[in-house]
Nanobody, 125 residues
C-alpha cells in the first residue's frame, strides 16, 4: 500500500488549495482514509477522514465549513479541498489509511497502518 499526497503550496490567508492523496495497492472503500496535519513542534492532528466502508466524513472542529474531504474510488484518490485558509492551517499535510481502524480511533494518528510523505501548506497573513 502506498499513499502520495500532493497539492500543497504557499497561499495568502483567505485563499484556497486542493490536496490530493493517490493510493495504490488497495481498494480504498474498505479502508479508513484520513488527512492529518503536523505543524512544526506539534503532534499530528486529525483534519478530516472517511471511516471504513462509510461515505460520511468526520471533520476536526476548526476546519468544519472550510474544508471538504471527498473521494474518487475510480481513481483511488482522496481529496481535501481547503477554503478560507488561515495562517494557523500552516502545516505539513499527510494522508493515512488503515483497513482495521475502528470509528473511535479514526482521529488517532498512531492507529493508522499506512501513510505517505506530507505536502506542505503555508498560509501567509
Amino acid at each position: 500500500v502506498q499513499l502520495q499526497a500532493s497539492g500543497g503550496g504557499l497561499v495568502q490567508a483567505g485563499g484556497s488549495l486542493k490536496l490530493s492523496c493517490a493510493a495504490s495497492g488497495f481498494a480504498n472503500r474498505g479502508y479508513a482514509v484520513s488527512w492529518f496535519r503536523q505543524a512544526p513542534g506539534k503532534e499530528h492532528e486529525f483534519v478530516a477522514g472517511f471511516p471504513r466502508n462509510n461515505n460520511r466524513p468526520l471533520y476536526e472542529d476548526s476546519v468544519k465549513g472550510r474544508f471538504t474531504i471527498s473521494r474518487d474510488n475510480s481513481k483511488d484518490t482522496v481529496y481535501l479541498e481547503m477554503n478560507n485558509l488561515k495562517p494557523e492551517d500552516t502545516a505539513a499535510y499527510y494522508c493515512a489509511a488503515s483497513s482495521r481502524i475502528i470509528l473511535s480511533s479514526l482521529r488517532s494518528w498512531s492507529h493508522y497502518a499506512y501513510w505517505g510523505p506530507g505536502t506542505l501548506v503555508t498560509v501567509s497573513s
